[in-house]
Each structure stands twice: as structure tokens, then as C-alpha cells.
């Protein structure tokens, strides 16, 4: 008889990816492993965990696979319409949080919400703000929709690109995780990257086109004092700091990732 011990030391990629997709499948957590895990498991079941164990050989992403992933406090479903939600953009939500709680915000924008994980955290965190999150993939708006439903978490969900949409709108915080990877970056054909929709991911030769667009258009957004926070990749922080500086913002802050990587870069808008 086949155990779930069998199946993960069958499977031909890293143990802990073969047990979460072995747990995950079987309903068990890793405690159960520990007590029952040379228990035969249950024929009809075998096929199913080496089929998802033969996917990820192929390279498909675990979250794709099972269909889920944790972000914040959020269980969040994912599909290959939407970039999988990383720990990196917990930064960018809890200086949002931060910026609502502090100034008593009762409204703000979340733009390419994806899978809605930053839209959705923040609405969890601060019950009392209006979040509105926009994206221009229906696909993608789909997943978020779906998991604001999931999660029992009001959103107003808005297909369009960017601010189109949006014109005589202000918000006093505007947030977002755009594309931000080079063109030709060879991290694009490494680990998960090459599952996920690439036009969430790469941004032009340099990574900046979305970027230098948010930036750009956004005081036409925000309100009086209002703040702008982006995400962006490691080595992007001094650019973007430029950039805000030159379309008139304030304030401008950088923080680090847990990695110590310059990962989020916001400011204020100067009304002067």
C-alpha cells in the first residue's frame, strides 16, 4: 500500500514543496504527518497527489496547483490569471494601514489589484475605510471579486487601466504593486516567474514604464497632502525616489524589505 511518506520521497522536487502538496491534498497538516504518515492512504486519492506532484515537476507553481495562497491573515485563491501574492507586499499594506489608522483615513485606492491581496488586507485591517481596487485584466478582477466574497470583505471592484476610469475621483492614499521587472530580466524564465501573466510582472527595458506612469498621474488623483506608495524591485528605490520628487511629492521614504532590500517607496503630494 501506497503511504503519504511514499509520496513525497517519490516525488522528484524539494520535500517541502512534495509534503505541502501531499497535506494539502489529503486535508492533513504536517502534526498528522508525524503520527500517521506510513498509514496507506486511500486509493482514489493517489492519482490525484501524483498528478499535482507531476505538475510541479513540470514546473508549475504549488499555489497554481492547489489553488491558494496565504497572504496577511487572508487565504487567498489564485489562478494563473493573477500574480501569486509574496511576503514582500505585507510591507507595502502595512505602511498603508499605518498612513489610514494615523491620519484617520476613510477612503483609499488600490491600482492592479491582481488577486485583490493588498486591497483585501487593508480592508480587513481598517473595516471603517471605502477601498476601491482596479484592474484591467477581467480575469484577474474575477479572482479578487471572488476572494473579497471568500473573505467576506467589501471592495469596489473597477475594471480599467490604470486611473482610466477615474477622472474627477481623489483619494487621500493611493497604493500599488505594479509591473516593475526589466523586459529582458533572466529572472523572468526562473522559479515560479514564467507561469504568472507577464504583463503583471515586466515593465519596459529599465521596469519603470508603469512606474513612471503612476507617478506621473497621480497627483491628478490625490487629494491635498494625499500619500502615494509603490512597490518596486530591489534596485529601483533611487529612481523612484527621483521620480516622485520631480512630479512634486514630499516626504519621500523608502522602506526595506525583511531581506533589507529597498522594496516600497512612498510621499506625499506638495499642493505647495
Keep these: 500500500m ?7 520521497e517519490s516525488a522528484q522536487i524539494c520535500g517541502r514543496e512534495a509534503e505541502q502538496l501531499v497535506l494539502t491534498l489529503l486535508g492533513r497538516d504536517r502534526a498528522w504527518l508525524f503520527t500517521h504518515d506510513n498509514e496507506p492512504v486511500e486509493a482514489e ?9 507531476k505538475r ?4 508549475e507553481p504549488v499555489a497554481y496547483i492547489i489553488g491558494s495562497r496565504s497572504f496577511w491573515n487572508l487565504d487567498l485563491a ?3 490569471a493573477v500574480l501569486i501574492p509574496r511576503p514582500d507586499t505585507e510591507l507595502l499594506v502595512e505602511w498603508g494601514v499605518e498612513r489610514i489608522r494615523r491620519a484617520d483615513l476613510d477612503r483609499c485606492l488600490d491600482l492592479g489589484t491582481g488577486s485583490g491581496a493588498i486591497a483585501l488586507a487593508i480592508k480587513a485591517e481598517c473595516p471603517a475605510c471605502a477601498v476601491t481596487a482596479v484592474d484591467r485584466s477581467t480575469d484577474a478582477l474575477a479572482v479578487a471579486q471572488a476572494n473579497g466574497k471568500s473573505c ?4 469596489t471592484w473597477l475594471e480599467g487601466d490604470w486611473f ?4 474627477g475621483q481623489r483619494w487621500p492614499l493611493i497604493l500599488s ?3 516593475y521587472v526589466r523586459d529582458e530580466d533572466p529572472n523572468l524564465h526562473r522559479g515560479d516567474l514564467p507561469a504568472e501573466p507577464r504583463e503583471a510582472l515586466a515593465a519596459g527595458p529599465d521596469g519603470l514604464k508603469d512606474l513612471k506612469h503612476l507617478i506621473a498621474t497621480a497627483p491628478d488623483f490625490l487629494e491635498a497632502e494625499g500619500y502615494l506608495l509603490l512597490e518596486h524591485g530591489w534596485d529601483q528605490a533611487a529612481a523612484v525616489r527621483a521620480l516622485l520628487l520631480t512630479a512634486g511629492f514630499k516626504n519621500i521614504e523608502t522602506r526595506r524589505d525583511l531581506a533589507g532590500h529597498e522594496r516600497v517607496t512612498g510621499g506625499c503630494l506638495d499642493h505647495g
Design 2 to 8: 501506497t503511504s503519504a511518506r511514499d509520496l513525497i
Design 45 to 53: 486519492s493517489i492519482p490525484v497527489i501524483q498528478q499535482a506532484l
Design 56 to 59: 510541479r515537476e513540470q514546473g
Design 78 to 80: 489564485v489562478t494563473p
Design 152 to 155: 467576506q470583505l467589501q471592495v
Design 164 to 167: 482610466e476610469g477615474l477622472l
Design 177 to 179: 504593486n505594479p509591473p
